[in-house]
């Protein structure tokens, strides 16, 4: 996996980070905008939000954006005025990275709350859905756009029960849209599975296990750098392990 890393190389995109408030988001954030991209942070915590915020306009990187939003909760005309609302302020979108994630949780399907499963399901799988689906024609304005879905190998093991279940429908949604938008060749749909990392999810997952040998965000960022760079744009439909 080869791509040009020049301060550069996202120059005059605009492009959207779900859970950008922290963990893999936030880095794929900071990394994009000291290369050139107008990021558009996305989560729900404005204080988190905050905090990315600054880090990027400290490091004299273009001036991002906070666009707060609980996935949970957001009806489907919360989207298109998401959408609307990119248009309006920036004119185009050239990228749409999805990084936002719940772990729901981990139990035996017989004992699952229901509630939780629903929960777990939409903000996972629905949602990344609806966003995608609210922001596709602003991305097939451009010539060159980049869709790009995260992913887990916990997908069919026992207990990950709503959360497994997710990222194996994300990852056939991934690669549903890249067939659907192959032929247009405007719109690359790409997925990662970033691996073991030190996130707050590895945590609350494994909370017995000290993560501070594992890889960082920051140690899994360029694969999110390659497929919405340059060096990608013939690459869609594919599954690519960050490690």
């Known amino acids: ?18 859970g950008a408030g922290n963990g893999i988001g936030a880095a794929v954030a900071k990394t994009y905008a000291n290369h050139g991209a107008t990021v558009i942070l996305l989560d729900k915590s404005i204080p988190a939000l905050e905090q990315v915020y600054d880090e ?7 001036q991002p954006a906070i666009y707060p939003l609980d996935l949970q909760g957001a009806s489907v005309e919360d989207y298109d005025t998401l959408a609307n609302t990119v248009q309006d302020n920036f004119g185009r979108l050239d990228g749409l990275v999805h990084c936002a994630a719940s772990l729901g949780q981990l139990a035996p399907v017989t004992h699952q709350d229901t509630q939780t499963w629903l929960e777990t399901l939409h903000i996972n799988l629905t949602a990344p859905y609806l966003l995608t689906r609210a922001c596709l024609n602003l991305l ?7 869709i790009i879905f995260t ?17 194996s429908g994300i990852e056939s949604l991934s690669k549903q849209l890249a067939d659907e938008l192959e032929t247009e060749a405007k719109v690359r749909v790409n997925c990662i599975d970033p691996g073991t990392v030190r996130t707050e999810l590895f945590s609350r997952a494994f909370p017995a296990i000290d993560p501070s040998a594992l890889p960082s965000a920051d140690d899994v960022v360029p ?21």
């Open 140 to 146: 097939q304005k451009q010539q060159s756009a980049s």
């Open 56 to 62: 990027i306009v400290a490091s004299g990187a273009a």
């Open 223 to 243: 694969a999110y750098l390659y497929l919405m760079g340059e060096d990608s744009v013939k690459k869609t439909g594919e599954l690519i392990k960050a490690q």
């Open 151 to 167: 992913t887990d190998h916990h997908k069919d093991s026992a207990y990950w029960s709503a959360y497994g279940l997710s990222k």
């Open 1 to 18: 996996m080869k791509y040009t890393s020049t301060a550069t190389l996202l120059k005059d995109t605009v492009i959207i980070i779900t």
